[in-house]
T-cell receptor
C-alpha cells in the first residue's frame, strides 16, 4: 500500500490564482480530511468527508472547496489564493471516525507546502 | 466537547524515560485518547490510543487515570530520533482536534 499520497509537494502561487491540492489513499478508508498547519501551530481542520459524496466543514473552511466523488480521492481547491493561505497542508484518512478506537486511527500524507505571494 | 491541555515543551536525556502529560478533564465516557507525534515538518504519525485501560505497544505506553481526566505517554528509552512535537487528542464528534502539543527535545 502507498498509504496517503499528496501532490504536489511544493507550490508557489500568486494572489488570486486557483489550484487544486490532490490527496489519494489506497486503504479503502471512508473518512478523509484536510488540515493546515501554520508555523509554530498545531493542525487545524479545513474540511472532512465521512464517505463518497459527503463532505462537511471543519474549523477553518473559508477559501477552500472540497468534493468526494470516489472513496480514494479527496481534492482540496483553493478558489482565489491569498497570502494568508500560505501554509503546510496535510491530508489524512481513517476507516472511520465514529469512536471505535483503532478504526479511527488517522494516517497522514507527507504534506504540501504552499506559498502564496 | 473534550479539549486537551499539554505543556508546551519538555526535555529528556537520551536513554531515559520521557513522560508526557495531558489533561482532558471534559472527556466523555466513550471517547478515546489518541497520541500522535510530528517529527520536523513531516505528517503526524500515530503512536497509541486508549479508552480506560493502560496500553502498550512497540513505540510507547499510555497510562490513563481512573477518572480518565488525564493521561501520560511514556517513551521508555528516549532516543534522539524521538525529538518531535507530541499531540494528545480526543475525538470531537467527527473530528480529531489537535492542540499545539508538547515539543519534546531529547538531549545527548
Amino acid at each position: 500500500n502507498a498509504g496517503v499520497t499528496q501532490t504536489p509537494k511544493f507550490q508557489v502561487l500568486k494572489t488570486g490564482q486557483s489550484m487544486t491540492l490532490q490527496c489519494a489513499q489506497d486503504m479503502n478508508h471512508e473518512y478523509m480530511s484536510w488540515y493546515r498547519q501554520d508555523p509554530g501551530m498545531g493542525l487545524r481542520l479545513i474540511h472532512y468527508s465521512v464517505g463518497a459524496g459527503i463532505t462537511d466543514q471543519g474549523e477553518v473552511p473559508n477559501g477552500y472547496n472540497v468534493s468526494r466523488s470516489t472513496t480514494e480521492d479527496f481534492p482540496l481547491r483553493l478558489l482565489s489564493a491569498a497570502p494568508s493561505q500560505t501554509s503546510v497542508y496535510f491530508c489524512a484518512s481513517s476507516y472511520s471516525l465514529g469512536g471505535r478506537g483503532s478504526a479511527d486511527t488517522q494516517y497522514f500524507g507527507p504534506g504540501t507546502r504552499l506559498t502564496v505571494l | 466537547d473534550a479539549k486537551t491541555t499539554q505543556p508546551p515543551s519538555m526535555d529528556c536525556a537520551e536513554g531515559r524515560a520521557a513522560n508526557l502529560p495531558c489533561n482532558h478533564s471534559t472527556i466523555s465516557g466513550n471517547e478515546y485518547v489518541y497520541w500522535y507525534r510530528q517529527i520536523h515538518s513531516q505528517g503526524p504519525q500515530y503512536i497509541i490510543h486508549g479508552l480506560k485501560n493502560n496500553e502498550t505497544n512497540e513505540m510507547a505506553s499510555l497510562i490513563i487515570t481512573e477518572d480518565r481526566k488525564s493521561s501520560t505517554l511514556i517513551l521508555p528509552h528516549a532516543t534522539l530520533r524521538d525529538t518531535a512535537v507530541y499531540y494528545c487528542i480526543v475525538r470531537v464528534r467527527e473530528k480529531l482536534v489537535f492542540g499545539k502539543g508538547t515539543k519534546l527535545t531529547v538531549n545527548p
